[in-house]
């Protein structure tokens, strides 16, 4: 009986711990699986949670500049594979501009910047409506006096809709 009562406690204890590490745990001549197995009561086990792509990004730019980074290119990379994997049907990208030289000359450069991330997420061949646009000095992320360099501020904002 005490070697009985020895096993059923090991099992209990092996099942608790099997169970927290999602793995399997062997007592005896028994192996209870614990990762694949449905319960005893006949329900199928959850489905794993897989995390929503991301919707939101952002990629930098140099000062008075709008070309693709390496490291913007990455992020832009995965952009296009979230478009994809969303099944989303618009893409709206805002360009900004820090706060050197005048207004007309940064919202212009804002421009640019959107439309040169456009152009590369056209370029990787997702066909969706892609909306460019800039605000030039306005919604700063870091707010600076007029006339300072601030890399947060050159900036595209991507949103996957």
């Not at 997420?121 to 707010?143: N, T, W």
């Amino acid at each position: 009986m005490r070697r009985f009562l020895s096993q059923i406690l090991a099992l209990a204890i092996g099942l608790n711990l099997g169970f927290a590490a999602g793995g399997t745990f062997a007592a005896g001549s028994g192996t209870v699986e614990t990762a694949q197995a449905a319960s005893d009561s006949g329900d199928e086990p959850a489905a794993p949670v897989a995390e929503p792509p991301a919707r939101d990004y952002l990629v930098y730019f140099d000062f008075d500049s709008a070309e693709i980074r390496p490291d913007a290119a990455s992020i832009l990379d995965r952009v296009a594979q979230g478009v994809f994997n969303v099944g989303s049907s618009n893409v709206t990208l805002v360009g900004h501009a820090d706060t050197v030289g005048p207004n007309a000359y940064n919202q212009w450069l804002s421009e640019q910047r959107a439309f040169a991330v456009r152009e590369y997420l056209l370029g990787k061949g997702i066909a969706v409506q892609v909306i460019a646009k800039g605000r030039g000095e306005e919604d700063p992320r870091v707010m600076t006096k007029d006339g300072v360099e601030e890399q947060e501020n050159r900036r595209v904002e991507i949103r996957i809709d």
